[in-house]
């Protein structure tokens, strides 16, 4: 079965720093999801990718689904203390049923 | 409705009861998920209903969990004889399908149920 590993596993920057966070993938994706959760809330759904070499960015964030398509990765720049929370990435390996990630906890220092 | 809708948002109970979680999804999408998501844990597959199509139950952890999903729409999540390891955010999801084009799979979440069992 497939499986989604990311790191780093928590995270605490200095606001104004830029991070990176990784899943890699046991399996070849055919199409990653990225989502955000703030504590105690559900998740809030990013962004998508879905082709090799993609590249997506929102406001200050960046996420690309490599060459390869086993992994992904999500890039602030310049955070700030709105983009605390969790990350997750999910796929859907070509059934219905969703895989998460870890989760990456995500702490920005004011 | 604009969102995936839970309700109630928290609920404390005793041990031994039972208790219904509601969840009312995005019109239009046939898709609903149901997970646990326990403290410092990953999202818990539990149920997941696609039209009229028979429900996987794959993900219930027990026979005191069931869920059912009325005229496509609303789902509501029943845990009978509460134990305090059901204590958990419970997340439902939905999408406007699932299988096929990756876009059409996006999960939309609830904001959760926090259950606590005491």
């Known amino acids: 079965s497939q499986e989604l590993e990311q790191s780093p596993q928590s995270l605490i920057v200095q606001e104004g720093k830029n991070l990176t966070i990784n899943c890699t993938s046991s399996?070849?994706?055919?199409?990653l999801y990225w989502y955000k959760q703030k504590y105690g809330e559900g998740l809030i759904f990013l962004m998508m990718?879905?082709?090799?070499?993609e590249e997506k960015s929102h406001e200050k964030i960046t996420a690309k689904l490599d060459e390869k398509k086993q992994q992904s990765s999500l890039h602030i720049t310049a955070s700030q203390p709105s983009h605390a929370g969790i990350y997750l990435c999910?796929?859907?390996?070509?059934?219905?049923?969703?895989?998460f990630g870890t989760g990456t906890r995500l702490k920005v220092l004011a | 409705g604009a969102g995936v809708s839970q309700s109630p948002s928290n609920k404390v109970t005793e041990k031994g009861k039972d208790v219904e979680l509601r969840c009312d999804p995005i019109?239009?999408?046939?898709?609903l998920y149901w997970y646990r998501q326990s403290l410092g844990q990953g999202l818990e597959f539990l149920i997941y209903?696609?039209?009229?199509?028979?429900?996987?139950k794959s993900g219930l952890p027990s026979d005191r969990f069931s869920a059912e999903r009325t005229g496509g729409s609303v789902s509501t999540l029943t845990i009978q004889r509460t134990q305090q390891e059901d204590s958990a955010v419970y997340l439902c999801?939905?999408?406007?399908?699932?299988?096929?084009?990756?876009?059409?799979?996006?999960?939309?979440f609830g904001a959760g149920t926090r259950l606590s069992v005491l």
């Open positions: 999801a939905s999408s406007w399908r699932s299988g096929g084009a990756v876009a059409k799979n996006i999960q939309y």
């Open positions: 399996k070849t994706l055919y199409g």
């Open positions: 990718l879905q082709k090799g070499g």
């Open positions: 999910g796929a859907a390996p070509g059934t219905y049923k969703y895989i």
């Open positions: 019109s239009g999408h046939t898709a």
């Open positions: 209903f696609q039209g009229n199509s028979a429900p996987d």
